[in-house]
């Protein structure tokens, strides 16, 4: 990986392995402060625009695949948060499509994939989510069915696992274990969009869904700070349903040792045009909203850390 020069606080700190099939373009970068200048990471691991042309050549319908599965300009957002708060920011800019960051490296669907005639990935331990169709490489979706118009080549998948899949998330566990060794304690936002959630029992839907897989991945105090701040600014949020996080959160997380994370779903009417295709007139109001929100936590964060650090401090001294 190139790291870029750290005296420079502004420059990108890290770009990742070049995405298959397209040697070009970086699979990954991470940006923002160094020093860090708040224990806040931010990743954006859905947002990915690079395709590369064999896997555009292969999809059925690519611009309305595209569409469905990106978190369309979630990775805007969390520049322009950057940029304001100086929270540390990971974006993917691989495409789902090419293979999704958060899901297990054994969800796959085998059916899928044309196995090698030898030495092939293992088999052993495959994860739930491929049978929904959105596992490590989404197959179908609703209303748009097969997305594919052939199989994969399992060489293909093997490095989409080592290019982009494991760089990714070693990149996003050593910078967060960094950012806990400065401050005594990090915390992982998860950043992801959705579409508008229904009105439930004549309820405005949430705008908002925070999600620590039920009370297992993030301190409750921050949860609750989180809750207690769109409250506040009048935005109605959810907890863990419909969506609870899934393998970054359970990968990366580890309150235990001073490292929380929650991922948080926008719906994309928030900063999106009326089309959920291009950047609205909501934009820069949400902008404001999750800065406000990202500089709160960062201080409830550091406040956490400066408490852990007295307590090893106490316990060294008895």
């Known amino acids: 990986m190139d790291l870029p ?30 020093p860090s200048a708040i224990p806040v990471l931010i990743a954006v691991p859905h947002a990915g625009r690079c395709y590369p042309a064999p896997l555009v050549a292969r999809m059925r319908d690519p611009r309305q695949a595209a569409m469905r599965l990106e978190d369309r300009y979630a990775d805007r957002l969390a520049e322009e948060i950057r940029d304001r708060t100086g929270a540390t920011v990971l974006v993917a800019h691989a495409p789902r499509a ?36 959105l596992g490590l490489i989404p197959r179908r979706l609703p209303g748009l069915g097969e997305m594919w118009k052939s199989r994969h080549d399992e060489a293909d998948l093997r490095a989409r696992i080592t290019q982009v899949h494991q760089p990714y998330h070693a990149a996003l566990a050593a910078e967060l274990a960094a950012l806990r060794d400065r401050w005594g304690a990090a915390l992982l936002l ?13 309820h405005r839907p949430a705008e908002f869904v925070i999600g620590d897989r039920f009370g297992t991945t993030c ?18 949020a959810a907890h863990n349903r419909p969506y609870a996080g899934d393998y970054v959160l359970h990968r990366q997380a580890i309150p ?51 408490g852990e650090a007295q307590n090893r401090w106490a316990d060294a001294a008895e």
Do not use: K
Request: some cysteine; charged content about 25%; overall charge negative.
């Open 256 to 306: 235990r040792r001073g490292i929380n994370a929650m991922q948080l779903e926008i719906d994309r009417r928030c900063y999106l045009d009326s089309q959920l295709a291009e950047l609205g007139e909501g934009f820069a109001g949400t902008v404001d909203l999750l800065a406000n929100l990202v500089r709160m936590m960062g201080d409830a964060v550091a406040e956490m850390g400066r």
């Open 98 to 133: 090419l293979i999704d960051l958060n899901r297990a490296p054994d969800d796959v669907d085998w059916d899928m994939i044309a196995a090698a005639p030898e030495g092939g990935l293992s088999r052993n331990g495959a994860g739930r989510r491929w049978r929904s169709g």
């Open 219 to 236: 301190d409750g105090a921050l949860i609750a700070a989180c809750f207690d701040y769109f409250a506040r600014q009048g935005r109605r």
């Open 190 to 202: 998860d950043l992801h969009s959705m579409p508008p959630l229904p009105a439930m029992a004549g």
């Open 5 to 34: 020069d750290a005296e420079n606080a502004d420059s990108q700190r890290m770009i990742g392995p070049a995405i298959p099939g397209a040697p070009d373009s970086p699979a990954f970068s991470l940006s923002g402060p160094r």
